[in-house]
């Protein structure tokens, strides 16, 4: 499976965060913490969007690192991604994010099919 999935089934190779990242572009860093900031109402800097992608090693954004509380689940229950839980269709913390985000979800039932496939 695609390791740039995030547990949540966002896309992290699409993130502005991880581009500027990999890329190390600070200018991307600059509009992408303006453009969080004003979404989410709360003062996010340039210096906090560094990521590698969530499930991958490396640097993560505060979020994503400490706050998340889909990735935080999904560490705790020792899974993959939200397509290993079987909580996953009625979860309302990953419902936050899938509800706004329908390509998400879309992505881990690909997940989830994948691997009924599979065994």
Not at 35 to 57: D, F, Q, S, Y
Not at 63 to 81: A, G, S, W
Not at 93 to 106: D, F, K, S, V, Y
């Amino acid at each position: 499976m695609n390791q740039l999935v995030g547990c949540c089934g966002l896309d992290c190779e699409t993130c502005d965060a991880r581009i500027a990242t990999v890329t190390n572009d600070d200018t991307l860093r600059v509009k992408t913490a303006a453009l969080w900031t004003k979404l989410n109402g709360v003062t996010i800097t340039p210096e906090m969007l560094h990521c590698t992608g969530c499930r991958v090693a490396g640097a993560k954004t505060p979020f994503c690192n400490q706050l998340c509380p889909i990735r935080h689940c999904v560490q705790e229950k020792l899974l993959d991604t939200c397509a290993d839980c079987s909580q996953m269709n009625v979860c309302t913390t990953l419902g936050r994010i899938t509800n706004g985000n329908p390509t998400a979800m879309e992505r881990l039932r690909k997940i989830q099919r994948n691997r009924r496939e599979e065994r």
